[in-house]
């Protein structure tokens, strides 16, 4: 037995007794389609009752493993969630009831044909419910495949949970091939104010949108992380934000935050469109100065220098021929040389060839005369930038691409 903090014994709860009574209570917490102005559904949860105190779901699973009753919890608790969507199911049968599994008991429920009895004894469609598969407590590949095709075929939609958190496996996402994508709240929270969050979660919905998946982000608490992780792609948001979980109200489906945060989406959006126009245009004018000075002379490093010296928010610049190949050497402003350079970070040098780099395979093909990346995270520096790429000729009509990266953060 695990001791408290405080020193005294804690108490297992009488997991048989809450079995045998059937002390659970249903809470649901709604799933919300921004972009569609709706509430798609909500997640079915459970909360246990001993001596009329609530008893968390983790303190009921300890229990249950230990007393090896994790099939019987949770079969109890699907039944009293999809008991309770019943009731309501009728008048929305266009709404998801996203529904819990145990992964650890996989092995049990394959073939038995359990879910789907229940889910048939209180009228529900099995299109309607999506089964949640957290993949960090599969043991069996097969198994888990085996659990997949057999209810997949029967309509049921597939989640994998809590993705992006623990150990997660990568490898499972083609084996499972699911419907849905639920991004941990690990990742979710203050998503705004981390990159790094932001472009993997970036990745997680790339990858969703390639293997036709939807993306549910979980534990969003604030308009921040909200708008955000609109921003980024999700379709979905499920937390406190919109609601806690509770038991089912006269109007599930109902929330007046949606078109508050629609409203504020939008607004952050046309406010984001006119920075980015700014810099846009204060970048453009630094390249266009900058083309100007090196188009009357033959070695340009010594100008480069000097632009870079004069403008803050210029990284690095140098200058590549036809060819791709690096004519310059990489000129760095002030306090910016090499702040990462070791044996695999460092910036480039005079001979470099980059003619493999997607700016230059732009600009080469004659697609374009200019080009700007994506925000990237430079490998000599470490700092955010975006590289802005744009050809021009010399005094004696040889073409030369000048690239220059540019601080995203103080742009």
């Known amino acids: 037995m695990r001791r408290a903090a405080h020193g005294k014994t804690k108490k297992q709860p009488n997991i048989k007794k809450i079995l045998t009574d059937k002390d659970l209570i249903a809470h649901f917490q709604q799933v919300v389609y921004v972009t569609r102005k709706m509430v798609c559904g909500m997640e079915g949860l459970i909360r246990g009752i001993e001596a009329g105190k609530p008893v968390s779901p983790k303190a009921l699973f300890d229990a249950a493993q230990k007393k090896g009753l994790t099939l019987e919890l949770d079969r109890l608790c699907r039944e009293k969630v999809i008991e309770a969507f019943g009731r309501i199911y009728p008048n929305n049968k266009?709404?998801?009831l996203f529904l819990n599994l145990d992964a650890s008991i996989l092995d049990n429920v394959i073939g038995s044909g359990y879910l789907k009895r229940q889910v048939q004894t209180y009228g529900v469609n099995p299109q309607n419910i999506?089964?949640?598969?957290?993949?960090?407590?599969?043991q069996d590949n097969k198994a888990l495949k085996a659990f997949i095709d057999q209810y997949r075929k029967e309509g049921f939609l597939i989640a994998l949970d809590d993705v992006g958190a623990g150990f997660s496996n990568l490898d499972r996402i083609p084996i499972v091939k699911p419907d849905i994508i639920k991004i941990d709240i690990g990742l979710i929270r203050n998503?705004?104010?981390?990159?790094?969050?932001?472009?993997?979660?970036k990745s997680m919905i790339r990858l969703a949108t390639?293997?036709?998946?939807?993306?549910?982000?979980?534990?969003?608490e604030t308009q921040e992380e909200a708008i955000e992780t609109l921003r980024?792609?999700?379709n979905m948001i499920q937390g406190f934000y919109f609601s806690r979980p509770a038991e089912l109200s006269d109007q599930p489906f109902e929330n007046e935050r949606i078109d508050m945060l629609a409203d504020n989406f939008k607004i952050y959006m046309t406010d984001t469109l006119k920075h980015e126009q700014r810099i846009?245009?204060?970048?453009?004018?630094i390249v266009r100065k900058t083309l100007a000075a090196l188009k009357d002379c033959d070695a340009f490093d010594e100008r480069l220098q000097r632009i870079v010296d004069s403008h803050d928010v210029v990284e690095c610049a140098y200058v590549l021929d036809e060819s791709g190949l690096q004519c310059s050497r990489t000129l760095f402003g002030r306090g910016k040389c090499g702040s990462r350079e070791n044996l695999i970070f460092y910036s480039a040098s005079s001979g470099t060839d980059h003619s493999m780099k997607r700016y230059y395979f732009q600009i080469a093909n004659g697609k374009r005369d200019k080009y700007m990346t994506e925000p990237y995270v430079?490998?000599?520096?470490?700092n955010l930038c975006v590289t802005f790429a744009e050809t021009f000729k010399s005094s004696d009509n040889k073409k030369f691409i000048l690239c220059m990266d540019f601080c995203e953060a103080e742009g």
């Open 280 to 285: 846009y245009k204060h970048i453009s004018s």
């Open 191 to 201: 998503i705004h104010l981390d990159y790094h969050k932001q472009e993997v979660v």
């Open 210 to 220: 390639q293997i036709g998946a939807m993306v549910v982000a979980e534990g969003v």
């Open 130 to 138: 999506v089964v949640e598969i957290n993949e960090t407590k599969v």
């Open 378 to 382: 430079s490998l000599a520096t470490g």
């Open 94 to 96: 266009d709404k998801l």
């Open 232 to 234: 980024l792609g999700v």
